[in-house]
């Protein structure tokens, strides 16, 4: 199996959004973890969102990106610019780095409808993507 590990700032959000679908569109092919260079918790609106659409991340935990220097990885997914900027070197020479920068949902002061349709574009986008690198890589 592949590993795969997908990187944000606080592994709390957008991180854990691609690590629900990653694992949900697929279970035989990758192994797939989610850190951050820092850990913040798990969002409420990422739980919620990704609820909504059939998936149960609240068995997931923050972690820190440390926590997993004892594995190799096939893939590093950052999913933020800032984890991107600011990761610590991850030894792993073989490791295919893909990045894209998603919307950040947890940053939107508003309304709780503004609030949800913030969630649901990033999820939507992160769907997307998560789908289309399985398309390409399996």
Not at 18 to 39: C, F, M, P, R
Not at 108 to 124: D, Q, Y
Request: charge should be negative; include cysteine.
């Amino acid at each position: 199996m592949k590993n795969i590990l997908v990187l944000c700032t606080g592994n709390s959000c957008r991180s854990q959004m691609a690590h629900g679908y990653l694992n949900k569109l697929q279970d035989t092919w990758a192994k797939v973890y989610s850190a951050g260079i820092e850990t913040h918790g798990l969002n409420p609106g990422a739980v919620s969102i990704m609820k909504e659409d059939g998936i149960d991340i609240t068995h997931h935990t923050s972690n820190h990106v440390d926590e997993y220097n004892h594995l190799t990885w096939d893939y590093i997914i950052t999913v933020c610019d800032h984890a991107k900027e600011n990761c610590p070197f991850i030894p792993s020479e073989n490791a295919e780095r893909i990045h894209h920068n998603f919307f950040d949902p947890s940053k939107v002061i508003g309304s709780e409808e503004e609030k949800h349709t913030a969630f649901l574009k990033a999820r939507n986008e992160i769907r997307d993507f998560c789908m289309q690198f399985l398309e390409r890589e399996t």
